[in-house]
């Protein structure tokens, strides 16, 4: 298994008192186990996810090895300023990714994810991603804290407009603009932005939490992130999966460091879920 957990080879399965509660560094499969146990123990878990669940399905991350920050700015592209002072540039380097996710198939780690709110271990989903894949994989309770590149929205007189008459738009005019000539901002949440509605939804949800199952983010986008040591103050037990270490990690009662197409695959067989992938 390519699986490795937190302080693997040094403390395989000692607790470590953390900041608030304790950290289980455990080894590979039996970090899948417990990671079993945790959620058919819960009666109110939730996954929350970032860019890592989609880079299987070929969408790049921000900040892992090939992520995209490492190569642009996002200060130049991805701040809502950059939108209202440079449309062009922001457009040029967005709509292609819009359209790529737009493709995009649900992978492995979607697919359990669905199947675990299917089969009751999990109430749903609160996404940091804009791809839309985990309602294509069948979750029911998505909650996109920032917003989805589905759909657009004008800046001048609020109509509704879908993805594919953007992009179009923009190969025609270089940006997407309404009858009524103004922009039309896609529906994602730009840094300088309110998070989504759901971002509101999603805190109370995990201020009831008894698990909140971490998987793929860097938990460095605020205020996104911050919904981590609130499931800690509340007293839900925290599991981070992801390949880098994140700030929360000493907040974790389990760290699994790895690939997480792996770990859904893994978690699949342990808990006897038929999963496609
Ligand atoms: P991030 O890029 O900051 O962090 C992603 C983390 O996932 C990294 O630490 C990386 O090591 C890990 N990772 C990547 N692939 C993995 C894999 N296969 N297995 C295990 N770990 C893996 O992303 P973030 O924390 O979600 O924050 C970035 C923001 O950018 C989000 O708010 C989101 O809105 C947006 N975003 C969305 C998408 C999308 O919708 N798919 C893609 C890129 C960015």
Redesign the pocket.
């Known amino acids: 298994m390519i699986m490795t957990a937190f302080a693997e080879g040094n403390i395989p399965t000692e607790n470590i008192r953390g900041r608030l509660g304790y950290t289980f560094a455990a080894m590979s499969s039996h970090a899948v186990s417990m990671l079993a146990e945790y959620l058919r123990g819960a009666q109110n878990a939730w996954a929350f996810t970032?860019?890592?669940v989609?880079?299987?399905s070929g969408?790049?991350?921000?900040?892992?090895?090939d992520?995209?920050?490492r190569k642009y700015d996002p200060e130049r592209v991805s701040t809502i300023e950059a939108f209202r002072e440079r449309p062009e540039e922001f457009f040029s380097f967005w709509i292609h990714r819009f359209e790529l996710?737009g493709r995009a198939e649900p992978n492995v780690v979607h697919r359990l994810l669905a199947r675990l709110e299917e089969t009751g271990y999990l109430r749903g989903v609160i996404t940091?991603?804009?791809?839309g894949?985990h309602e294509k994989a069948g979750s029911r309770t998505v909650l996109e804290i920032?917003g989805n590149?589905r759909t657009g929205t004008c800046q001048g007189c609020g109509r509704r407009y879908g993805l594919e008459w953007m992009a179009e738009r923009v190969r025609e005019e270089r940006v997407a603009r309404c009858g009524c000539g103004a922009l039309v901002k896609p529906d994602?949440?730009l840094f300088g932005e309110q998070l989504a509605p759901d971002f509101e939804r999603a805190w109370e949800k995990v201020s009831h939490c008894d698990l909140l199952w971490v998987l793929?983010?860097?938990?460095?986008?605020w205020p996104?992130a911050e919904l981590v040591p609130l499931a800690a103050r509340k007293g839900a037990r925290v599991v981070i999966?992801?390949?880098?270490p994140?700030p929360y990690d000493d907040l974790a009662a389990l760290v699994i460091r790895?690939?997480?197409?792996e770990l859904a695959r893994g978690l699949a067989q342990e808990m006897g879920l038929e999963v496609k992938g």
């Not at 790895?258 to 197409?261: Q, S």
């Open positions: 970032g860019a890592g989609s880079t299987p969408i790049p991350d921000f900040r892992g090895p992520g995209l920050w996710m940091q991603n804009i791809d894949l920032h590149a994602v949440v793929g983010s860097s938990l460095q986008v996104a999966a992801n390949h880098d994140t790895g690939d997480l197409a």
